[in-house]
């Protein structure tokens, strides 16, 4: 990863730093606004959307920490995030969920006339991702998907792929490529690719329909992970026993 000057000004962004991830500590609104203020500076640099797992990864992984500090910013993904940074006296903190973003800019993007571009997951989810966006939000402009191969990469495949992306002309790109591969793809093409990236992990299969959202009630109450253990409990199971456990180990009794 290199030095990479952030033309939007980072210097304004609150942050909390939970165990040496420094998260944005802001609401949807103020996302939003930045978002607005700050889209033709954002292109080419991108926004991690963090959780409990990150956060723990990164603290495993010197390399992935500063991945994630890396970016523009590190936006609180996971309702834990948030409390904590609220108890440590960010009471304008709340959790900022990647799909949520993803759906209010979707809402924008008429009026804006946003252009987005979805690099991940498989073709299939791609071409069901594309019917319902263009369903729901019949003003979106979807200026390109692509459906990376599983394996590595060359790098003249990569060379080819970022000039696909590059001129296609997108102002988001979005990235659903599961973390913590999604973050890595973000910062080795930090400065190289033209639009904002986001890393949005699980958005596409949302809105795609392959999975569903919480019901609006356990997303206010922070249970959006239980929820989503109860659809995938063999593959997230032992990941939130690890994870969540070392997460109230540091961050309420060391307070890291």
């Not at 800019?105 to 791609?126: A, D, P, Q, V, W």
């Not at 009630?217 to 409990?233: A, C, G, I, S, V």
Request: proline share 5%.
């Amino acid at each position: 990863m290199g030095e990479f000057v952030h033309r939007a000004d980072k210097t304004k962004i609150p942050t909390c730093r939970i165990m040496g991830v420094d998260i944005a500590a802001v609401d949807m609104d103020w996302l939003l606004r930045f978002t607005d203020e700050n889209i033709r500076q954002l292109s080419g640099d991108y926004m991690c959307v963090s959780n409990v797992h990150t956060v723990v990864t990164a603290s495993e992984d010197p390399a992935y920490e500063a991945i994630q500090n890396g970016g523009i910013m590190a936006i609180p993904d996971g309702g834990p995030l948030s409390s904590v940074g609220r108890k440590r006296g960010f009471r304008n903190m709340q959790r900022t969920p990647g799909p949520s973003y993803m759906e209010e800019i979707f809402k924008l993007s008429g009026k804006m006339r946003y252009r987005h571009y979805f690099y991940g997951s498989t073709k299939e989810t791609l071409e069901r991702l594309k019917s319902a966006l263009q369903s729901n939000y019949p003003w979106i402009r979807i200026v390109g998907m692509y459906s990376p191969p599983f394996g590595p990469v060359t790098e003249a495949e990569d060379a080819r792929i970022t000039q696909r992306i590059n001129e296609a002309g997108a102002d988001f790109i979005w990235v659903g490529l599961g973390a913590p591969k999604q973050e890595r793809w973000m910062a080795d093409h930090q400065g190289k690719v033209e639009g904002f990236m986001v890393g949005v992990g699980a958005g596409f299969d949302y809105f795609a329909g392959n999975i569903r959202r919480a019901p609006e009630w356990m997303q206010r109450h922070n249970l959006e992970w239980f929820y989503r253990l109860l659809q995938e409990p063999g593959r997230l199971l032992g990941r939130y026993l690890r994870t969540n456990t070392k997460f109230l180990w540091y961050t309420y009794v060391k307070r890291n």
